[in-house]
Each structure stands twice: as C-alpha cells, then as structure tokens.
C-alpha cells in the first residue's frame, strides 16, 4: 500500500498547534505515507469564523482516513464532544503507564481505560425544570452498553491483556448502571479466556490510588471513564504523557488527553510525548504495527535518558524532543 493516507489534521488552541506539530514531525519520519491537512476549530476559530467547528472542519473529518486532533479551550465540548458523536467514535481508549526515568508515584502502572463516548451525562440534556432547580439526564442504552463491554474484551484478548474489569455505580444508579453492568457481565460470559471484575467506582478510585498494577482493562461510561483517566494520567506522571484514541466503526480520532493547558502555551514548555503516542495509535490503527513499536520505542529511550520538556524534568522544548524521538527512531533503524 504505496497511496499516502489522507489524514485531517485539527490543532486548535493553545498547546495543541505546538504538539501536533511536534507528531507530525515525528510520523513523517517513518516514512509510512502520509497526506496530511490542517483545518481551524476551537476558541481562536470561533472568534474569527463565529463556528467553533465549522461545517468544512467536519466534513473533513468524516472523509479522512482518520483525524489528528489537539486540543480546544472553552468551546472542548463545542468541538471534540461533537466531533466524537458525528465520527461515530463510540469508544475512548486511554492506554496510561509508567516510563522509566520519569519520577511517578507508581511505576508499575499500566492499565488501559476503555471510556463510552457516546451518553451518560454527557449526552446534554441539561434542563431548567423551575428558577434555581437543574436536572442533568443520564442516557445508558443496552445498544451502547453491549457495545462498548464487546469492544473493550475484544481490545483486552487482541492486546494480550487478561483481566477486564468493569466501573460502575450500580448500587445507586440501579436501572442506568443496573443496565450496564448486565450488560457487561453477558459479554463477559461470550469472553472466558479472559479473567471478569466488577467494582464500584468510588472504590475503584481508591484503589488505583493504593494498587493501580491490580488493573489491566477498565470498561466503564462515559462520566467515570473522563475522571478515572485523569487520575491515571496522576499516577505516571501527569497529563503530558497520556495518549488516547476515539473509535468507531468508520472513524478514528487520535488525541492527547490534556487539554489547552493555557499557563504554558506559546512558549515551546508543552510536553509532545501524549501527541507523539497518539501518532503511534494511529499508526497502529492503520496497520503499521513496525512503524508504531519504531516510535514508541524512540520515545521511551529519549524519555529514559532525560530528553524531555521541563515537566519532566528537562530542559528541550516541545519541537527539541520531538526531534531527539526522531533521532532515536533512525539510530535504530
Ligand atoms: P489541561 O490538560 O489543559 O491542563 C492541566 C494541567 O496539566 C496544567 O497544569 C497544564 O499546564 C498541565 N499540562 C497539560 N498538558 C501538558 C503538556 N502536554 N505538557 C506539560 N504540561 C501539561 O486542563 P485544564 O487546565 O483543566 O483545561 C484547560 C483548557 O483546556 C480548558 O479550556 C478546557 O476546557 C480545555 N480542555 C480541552 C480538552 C480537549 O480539547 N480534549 C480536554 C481537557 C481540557
Ligand atoms: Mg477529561
């Protein structure tokens, strides 16, 4: 396959201009084909166009092969909750562990959070019922359930992976979760060479903060899924090195789990390596499984000699790593 692969390249505000740029770099170093575009969404465009995600943005999302994104400021919801649900991109894979070299609370943590994407609180149905009183609509689906426990297994089984263990709040939400969580248990039953758990997230919270290498795969919705990944993203680290990839059945899109992180953008401080794993997700995806280890490898060496952006420890700009990683890639190749 010598065609270049059309990619859509969404960069947004703040720190996400500069870490995609840094990916880029670092994916057009394989030499696997790319055609990459850039098209505006987020606050900057919102000012200049009044769309935070204008209709030519989308449609060049659903016509690429996959899309690259950053990150968006105040209109995230506007731009990346939409973008997910047009893309058809059902499940959010958050894969966190630990890098040698980098100082972190637990560094035998390695777990994925496979979050649905698609309801839960987030599916918007805010309502003002009278002045002063607000209720939130919790969507849970079978459809949606079923679907994001079969895909999270079935990533379990492809990655080698032996343990699922799935979140919820069933004890209290007893029909919303009530319902996930059958659902769960029903795919469990068609997975059996792959060990099940079950775990309230309250406690599941405290427990990836005292014994995060007890967790492999965590299948859970849409609300806890955002806030267990962040607190992963705490183990190893922080949020500079936390990648993660929204599926579908037609689409994919790759993005960093931080967001804008306005205090250090412009300045070249941004730590690439999130956006650099997210080109390797992506490589992954495409099938360019050598390509993928090639920079997933470069990133741990450049990252286990000290090569990093000041969050790390560091003293290299975002652009600076992302070329040692290149450097990296080619003194192995
Ligand atoms: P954030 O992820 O932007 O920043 C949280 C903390 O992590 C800050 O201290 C920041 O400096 C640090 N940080 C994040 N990424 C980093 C990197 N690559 N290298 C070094 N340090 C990094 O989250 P925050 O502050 O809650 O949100 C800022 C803006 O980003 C808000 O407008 C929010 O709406 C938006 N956001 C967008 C997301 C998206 O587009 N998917 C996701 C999360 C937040
Ligand atoms: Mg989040």
Redesign the pocket.
Known sequence: MNSAYPIAVIP?D??GPE?VAAELKVLEATGVPFEFTTYPAGDTCEAETGRALPEETLQAALASKAVIFG????T?AD??LRLRVELGAFANVRPTRAFPGVACLFPQTDLVIVRENSECLYAGIENTIVPGVVTATRVITERASYRIARYAFQYARDNRRSKVTTVHKANVLRKSDGLFLRCCRQVADEFSDLAFEEGLVDSVAMRMVLSPEDFDVIVTTNLFGDILSDLAAGLVG???LCPSANLGDHHALF??V???????AGKG???PA?AIMCGAMLLRYLGRIEAADSVDKALVRCIEKGRT?Y?LGGGLSTMEMAEHVVREMQRSS
Not at 71 to 74: E, I, K, L, P, T
């Open positions: 947004g703040g720190i870490v990150a968006a400021g105040n995230a731009v990346i922080g949020l500079g993005e960093p931080h967001g804008t992180a306005p205090r250090i401080l941004a730590n999130a952006t969050d």
